[in-house]
């Protein structure tokens, strides 16, 4: 199982790798290369060259992105060297899987996370704002799987359109129309998680045989309506109040570059005056929309199941669904630095004081103090102001959390290793000679993987919570990142758009709760009075 792992892993970076000479941008896979090209520290410029040289992307060596790709290769070639049984699990450890097995709740969690961290490597392919596939006049386009954009003009968008990255929104609905694509395909949620600020939801009102507004149950609608220049766009015309079905009040009236130029008084739906301050005749301005066409406009935060948002739209005008996968990727991503890095400083430091003891010991216990005082909330509000704009980002924050994050677990490998060090097997391979390293990552390690499993899930819970709780207070990750925190502050910011913080709320609590699931079964199945007899 675990040489099909090391294939997969040797394939998949191969693929990375491709991708990234042939200009394409694949799900998960070009993660590495795009977090690269974003940060300044994470690439080289070596000059002005132009992106025809793969290796060099507008002049950037994408050092990271490579490095990852060499670390998987180096990874997968050092597992396919060892003894086919050395990954092979003990007796004791295939009773404890079954064991794991056993307890439904941590077992049914597992399986979820599985399908969650599944879902989120579709990235683009499952939610974004770039169409899956375009064909126009007979050619082929994926969009979503390339590096560099197509312009509007590429798919007979005129205007604004033409000269900027083209909306597939907008041709989706304009497909099969002349000079349009004959079929636009877009993912299964067609909105990126951020920097994509969807145009207000609208309802249309009916209007009855008297003349008299209705709503789309058929009751008489009070309050505001708009007759519009253009239903896409939400973009108003005319704003009217209704009254029990009739026009009541003051009615005002906006050109298209949003200046006022028409004002109305209306008393129960007889036009009792009115002005106009633009240019040219009012009547033209009049016949610029339907004038039995009205419409509700859902300004942001709209709420769900309007004009496609299935869960709405935070204040923003992001779509909160898209918004949570790309909060759900944040965490999975910044899991995968985070683990290896914390329980690599942990276990090398914890083992090492209990092996060694004596100064050693004492003098990393009392840094590990010292430092674990420092007040942490503090360190990243004044990094915060110090650290330029362009410096923040996942790396800024993950290196402050490994920071004060090695700490917790160095204790308990410190007494283990105090414990395993005075065994037989441990004292027979100090007098064969076995170095120091061999003795503490070959002999001892290996009979400390059940502490080390049962840590991780709690390790992850706790990683989830303090991005939240620094996005929450505004010192966690950049805008260009979606978080849970983030989404949640803006949500019991606008309590009167509760779905907002509903959504959040749900979230990062059914997050946290399978993964505790996970936790518990792993800390039961792992429990060593389980598979020990004493004597």
Known sequence: MVRKLAYTLIILAFIAAIGELCGLLLPTLSWPFSAAREMDMLHWKVSDISSANPFLPQGKFLWFG????IVAWGVSAWILRQPINRFKPTPITARRITRFKSIKRGYISLLILCGLVFLAAMDQALVGKRALLVIQDGHWYAPAFVRDPYLGSTFGQTGDLADSEAN???LKKESGKQGFPSFVVMPLVPYDPTGDSANPATDQLNVDEAGLVRTSQGKLYSGLAFRLYDEESALPH????????????RAIGWLPDRTEVYGAIYEKGQLSAEQYMGEGPMAAFLSDSDPDTFHMIHYHPAPPLKSGHLLGTNTQGADILAYLYGGLQVNLKAAIFYLPSVYLIGITFGML??????????????????????PFLFIIMIISDLVPIELKGMFLILGLLIMFGWMGMTYQLRTSTMKEKARDYSQAARVIGASTSRILFIHILPNLIAILVTLVPFSVSALILSLASLDYLGFGLPDTYASWGRLLNDGLSNLAAPWVVTSAFSALVFTLLIVTFIGEAVREAFDPKKFTTYR
Do not use: N
Request: net charge positive; proline share 0%.
């Open 238 to 249: 005319i704003r009217y109040r209704f009254r029990k079905g009739l026009k009541e009040g």
């Open 66 to 69: 490579w490095l990852i790709l």
């Open 168 to 170: 597939y929104r907008l």
């Open 353 to 374: 004081m209990g092996y060694f003891g004596g100064k050693f010991d004492l003098t990393m216990q009392r840094l590990i103090e010292i430092f674990s005082q420092v």
